[in-house]
Each structure stands twice: as structure tokens, then as C-alpha cells.
């Protein structure tokens, strides 16, 4: 039986994801609070970083369903 935390590591794009999300999210949202400017590149890259976690925990899941048991 595969932990949570194994899941995690086997999988690199959520890695991904998440340091895009984590990154250009913040900087978005700071650049946004601080100049009151929108960054359309944080912006891409953050929902990219999105994209990219929201698949791969649909992925997951989709797996998971579809194994007879």
C-alpha cells in the first residue's frame, strides 16, 4: 500500500506545479498589493503551476477509480 508522501515523490510535475503555483503566485499577488500593477508572465506561470497540479491530482483519482477491485 503506497503512502501519500511516496505518491508525492514518484511524482515530478506536481513538484512543478507547486513551485510554480508557490512562486509566481506569491509574486503576483504582492506585486498586485505593493504597485497595484498586474504581471501578466507571474500570472501565466502561476496558472500554469495550477494546471499542472489540478492534472495531476485528477490523474490520481482517475487512476484509482478506474482499478477493479
Not at 509566481?24 to 501565466?44: A, P, T, V
Request: hydrophobic share 45%; net charge positive.
Amino acid at each position: 500500500m503506497d503512502s501519500k508522501l511516496s505518491w508525492f515523490m514518484k511524482n515530478p510535475a506536481i513538484y512543478l506545479g507547486t513551485i510554480l503555483l508557490l512562486t509566481f503566485g506569491i509574486k503576483l499577488s504582492l506585486g498586485y498589493m505593493r504597485e497595484r500593477e498586474f504581471y501578466i508572465l507571474d500570472l501565466m506561470c502561476s496558472t500554469i503551476g495550477l494546471i499542472t497540479v489540478v492534472v495531476s491530482i485528477t490523474k490520481k483519482v482517475s487512476n484509482k477509480t478506474s482499478k477493479p477491485t
